[in-house]
């Protein structure tokens, strides 16, 4: 008498996608063979435009033994070893796009890393708070602004009432997405917004020119999840979120672009910029929006009630 093994349970991220019917066995294939650090295979849904991997990395492992992230520079885990970049100037534009929001307010940013983001709205916000995972990031944090700032790894264990929560790419590294939306919609207060910030999986470099050497450096174990636009609003609402507002977001300019596409390798923002101009990467920005081919997605939406 033979005995069968019994096929593992999908991920949560898999589960939540079928279940929101962003996903089926029928539509999805194999995308990319691997990603950049990992042998894990890449999916896509043909219908929703949805990608995902097609199993989930033993995470707890991975964040637990992680130790870049500390640095100034940008530092890109990948198969041969670790990619040194200079970072793009996300800080600036984000406290720029979220300035509005933060003045007077209860504010939690949730996977805030080495907590640079809560060092700048420290003087305009009412009160700060951090989520992160990694505790020797933890620690930085508390070490620098002590009392300044509550930091904990869950928000659920948070003193709550939030007016705002906001999360820069970091919902894309979490397998319970919508659990972890509905524990930012508890700790919200009535009226409260949440500001996500996610890669999108129309980027134009992978879905309009399908560019190898980039699919091969965009593609991370980390990265469970890239999200259109369509399941980034349905995650949202399955959620309880209501008005609910996305935009296309175009981080890295056309000298990011022109590089990747002449040399095959990142870091053009940097040795390219002599090649573009503030009013070039607006018009370019502009262009890939209303394509839908941009390389984020930025959301804004509300706690009813």
Same mark, same amino acid.
């Given at each position: 008498?033979?005995?069968?093994?019994?096929?593992?349970?999908?991920?949560?991220?898999?589960?939540?996608?079928?279940?929101?019917?962003?996903?089926?066995?029928?539509?999805?294939?194999?995308?990319?063979?691997?990603?950049?650090?990992?042998?894990?295979?890449?999916?896509?849904?043909?219908?929703?435009?949805?990608?995902?991997?097609?199993?989930?990395?033993?995470?707890?492992?991975?964040?637990?033994?992680?130790?870049?992230?500390?640095?100034?520079?940008?530092?890109?885990?990948?198969? %041969?070893?670790? &990619?040194? #970049?200079?970072?793009? !100037?996300? $800080?600036?534009?984000? @406290?720029?796009?979220?300035?509005?929001?933060?003045?007077?307010?209860?504010?939690?940013?949730?996977?805030?890393?080495?907590?640079?983001?809560?060092?700048?709205?420290?003087?305009?916000?009412?009160?700060?708070?951090?989520?992160?995972?990694?505790?020797?990031?933890?620690?930085?944090?508390?070490?620098?602004?002590?009392?300044?700032?509550?930091?904990?790894?869950?928000?659920?264990?948070?003193?709550?009432?939030?007016?705002?929560?906001?999360?820069?790419?970091?919902?894309?590294?979490?397998?319970?997405?919508?659990?972890?939306?509905?524990?930012?919609?508890?700790?919200?207060?009535?009226?409260?917004?949440?500001?996500?910030?996610?890669?999108?999986?129309?980027?134009?470099?992978?879905?309009?020119?399908?560019?190898?050497?980039?699919?091969?450096?965009?593609?991370? %174990?980390?990265? &469970?999840? #890239?999200?259109?636009? !369509?399941? $980034?609003?349905?995650? @949202?609402?399955?959620?309880?979120?209501?008005?609910?507002?996305?935009?296309?977001?175009?981080?890295?300019?056309?000298?990011?672009?022109?590089?990747?596409?002449?040399?095959?390798?990142?870091?053009?923002?940097?040795?390219?910029?002599?090649?573009?101009?503030?009013?070039?990467?607006?018009?370019?920005?502009?262009?890939?929006?209303?394509?839908?081919?941009?390389?984020?997605?930025?959301?804004?939406?509300?706690?009813?009630?």
């Amino acid at each position: 008498m033979s005995s069968q093994i019994a096929e593992p349970s999908p991920p949560k991220f898999i589960c939540q996608l079928a279940d929101l019917n962003l996903i089926s066995d029928d539509t999805k294939e194999v995308h990319w063979p691997r990603t950049r650090d990992t042998d894990i295979p890449v999916f896509r849904d043909r219908r929703s435009g949805v990608i995902f991997l097609s199993r989930q990395p033993n995470l707890d492992l991975h964040y637990a033994e992680k130790v870049i992230g500390k640095k100034i520079e940008a530092e890109v885990q990948t198969s %041969s070893g670790i &990619l040194k #970049l200079k970072r793009n !100037e996300d $800080l600036e534009r984000r @406290l720029s796009q979220t300035s509005s929001l933060v003045e007077g307010m209860r504010v939690c940013d949730f996977g805030t890393g080495q907590g640079l983001y809560l060092d700048a709205i420290q003087s305009a916000a009412k009160q700060v708070c951090g989520i992160e995972i990694r505790a020797d990031l933890a620690e930085l944090i508390r070490n620098r602004l002590g009392s300044n700032a509550e930091v904990a790894s869950a928000i659920s264990s948070t003193s709550g009432n939030f007016d705002l929560v906001t999360l820069f790419h970091v919902l894309e590294h979490i397998p319970d997405q919508l659990g972890v939306l509905k524990d930012i919609h508890t700790a919200l207060s009535p009226g409260g917004k949440v500001f996500v910030e996610v890669p999108h999986a129309r980027d134009f470099l992978s879905h309009e020119m399908a560019l190898p050497e980039y699919r091969d450096f965009i593609y991370w %174990s980390e990265h &469970l999840v #890239l999200h259109t636009q !369509e399941s $980034l609003s349905a995650f @949202l609402k399955a959620a309880g979120f209501g008005n609910i507002r996305i935009e296309p977001f175009q981080r890295y300019g056309f000298a990011n672009h022109l590089y990747w596409l002449n040399e095959k390798k990142p870091g053009g923002h940097d040795l390219y910029k002599h090649m573009s101009s503030p009013n070039l990467d607006s018009a370019y920005a502009a262009q890939l929006s209303a394509m839908d081919r941009t390389d984020t997605l930025i959301a804004i939406a509300e706690k009813n009630g």
